[in-house]
């Protein structure tokens, strides 16, 4: 929505996300191997959330289908060309330790939207809310203000 130049959006808070994921990236080879199980495994406490807040939860194919999207190189999947229509300000926020949004990723992203700031949670992984949640709060309501 926000690249579609929408006036009622003011602002948008992206957390481990990247604007496009290149056919080369080192990353598509972890990304490949995410199952279900993996990431039950991996991140039990958002597992445990879909779960509760999900009135009909189907976490297998919630994780399927999220992988997928993730491995979709078109615009499905990632917004490649069309962050640079944003025209709110962004704040992008990763953890110093997140291997699944590497910092180069999130620059690259930070450099094609023009209003855009990085907030890295230092200590913090993929989960930085999770991880750093009075860092993460107060950054967040720092752009929010």
Same mark, same amino acid.
């Given at each position: 929505?926000a690249?579609?130049g929408?006036?009622?959006?003011?602002?948008?808070?992206?957390?481990?996300a990247?604007?496009?994921?290149?056919?080369d990236?080192?990353?598509?080879?972890?990304?490949?191997?995410v199952?279900?199980?993996?990431?039950?495994?991996?991140?039990?406490?958002?597992?445990?959330?879909y779960?509760r807040?999900?009135?009909?939860?189907?976490?297998?194919?919630f994780a399927?289908?999220?992988?997928?999207?993730?491995?979709?190189?078109?615009?499905?999947?990632?917004?490649?060309?069309? &962050?640079?229509?944003?025209?709110?300000?962004? /704040?992008?926020? #990763? %953890?110093?330790?997140d291997? @699944?949004a590497p910092?180069?990723?999130?620059?690259?992203?930070?450099?094609?939207i023009?209003?855009?700031?990085?907030?890295e949670?230092?200590?913090?992984?993929? &989960?930085?809310?999770q991880?750093?949640?009075? /860092?993460?709060? #107060? %950054?967040?309501g720092?752009? @929010?203000?």
């Amino acid at each position: 929505m926000a690249s579609r130049g929408s006036s009622a959006i003011e602002r948008v808070v992206a957390i481990g996300a990247q604007g496009d994921l290149p056919e080369d990236d080192p990353l598509r080879g972890i990304l490949a191997k995410v199952t279900p199980e993996s990431w039950r495994e991996r991140f039990p406490s958002t597992y445990d959330s879909y779960q509760r807040l999900n009135p009909a939860p189907s976490f297998d194919a919630f994780a399927r289908a999220v992988t997928a999207m993730w491995l979709d190189a078109g615009p499905s999947g990632h917004p490649n060309d069309a &962050v640079e229509r944003i025209a709110c300000k962004v /704040l992008i926020v #990763r %953890g110093e330790n997140d291997h @699944l949004a590497p910092r180069d990723a999130i620059d690259r992203l930070a450099r094609r939207i023009p209003d855009a700031r990085v907030l890295e949670i230092p200590g913090a992984g993929h &989960v930085a809310f999770q991880d750093q949640p009075e /860092l993460f709060l #107060r %950054g967040v309501g720092e752009f @929010l203000a």
